[in-house]
């Protein structure tokens, strides 16, 4: 197994169990509606953005799930936001 497939595995891992909604409302807690819409360059987190509809279009087009993943993923290494099961009770 390469190198790149053995972290795409444990990038895999990382997201097993944890929800869409856990991811979308993480990185909005996290960085904001603003920030995320530059980093993530998604009209759902640009044109009057919300949870519900970020949730509604990212279910729906599997390319904008797979950057909003990878972005969170990115947090998740640069420490900007804890992965819930590091979080206390």
Not at 40 to 52: D, L
């Amino acid at each position: 197994m390469s190198k790149s497939e053995k972290v795409f595995k444990k990038d895999r891992e990382l997201l097993h169990g944890v929800t869409l909604e856990t991811i979308v409302t993480s990185l909005q807690e996290a960085y904001g509606w603003e920030e995320l819409g530059r980093q993530v360059r998604i009209k759902c987190f640009t044109h009057q953005p919300s949870i519900n509809s970020s949730l509604k279009f990212l279910r729906k087009t599997p390319w904008a799930r797979e950057k909003v993943e990878s972005f969170y993923l990115f947090s998740l290494r640069k420490k900007k936001i804890i992965h819930p099961r590091e979080q206390a009770p």
